[in-house]
């Protein structure tokens, strides 16, 4: 996972703004897959951040079907640690930072809207995928 600062970010063409969280949504709706959603509203503009696989839900929640995994956990931990929640509802209406290189590009890295902590969801998973494949 790329340990990012914000002088890292903008040496490397990323623009930082500050957003709000409007919604917080951690679901497997229709598609069986455990995933986070937050919408994220920038004053002009918006996006959903997340939708990565977190476990796996199965089918109708049948339960011979249901598996976590350690990297959604994780994730989800360092969401709540980089944007400075103890709650995870706590991040509902919550303001920080995101990093991107502008119009088009998608919203991988959050901050915290006060100090210079960062959280870049695929770098984090792509070092997972990575490490499982070693295994």
């Known amino acids: 996972m ?4 914000e002088q890292k970010l903008i040496e490397e063409g990323y ?3 500050n957003a709000r969280i409007t919604h917080i949504d951690l ?3 229709a598609h069986g897959c455990l995933s986070l959603k937050m919408v ?5 503009w918006g996006c959903v951040y997340g939708g990565y696989k977190l476990g796996t839900a199965g089918t109708y929640m049948k339960e011979e079907s249901l598996s976590g995994s350690a990297a959604g956990l994780e994730c989800i931990i360092r969401i709540m640690h980089t944007l400075g929640v103890d709650l ?3 991040l509902n209406g919550k303001y920080i930072r995101v990093a991107t290189k502008g119009w088009g590009d998608s919203v991988n890295i959050i901050g ?3 100090n210079d902590k960062w959280f870049d969801q695929k770098s984090f998973f792509e070092d997972t995928k990575d490490n499982e494949r070693e295994k």
């Open 15 to 17: 623009k930082i703004q």
């Open 112 to 114: 915290n809207i006060l």
């Open 40 to 44: 994220l509203d920038g004053g002009g």
């Open 27 to 29: 679901s497997s709706e």
């Open 2 to 5: 790329i340990k990012w600062t």
């Open 88 to 90: 995870f509802t706590e």
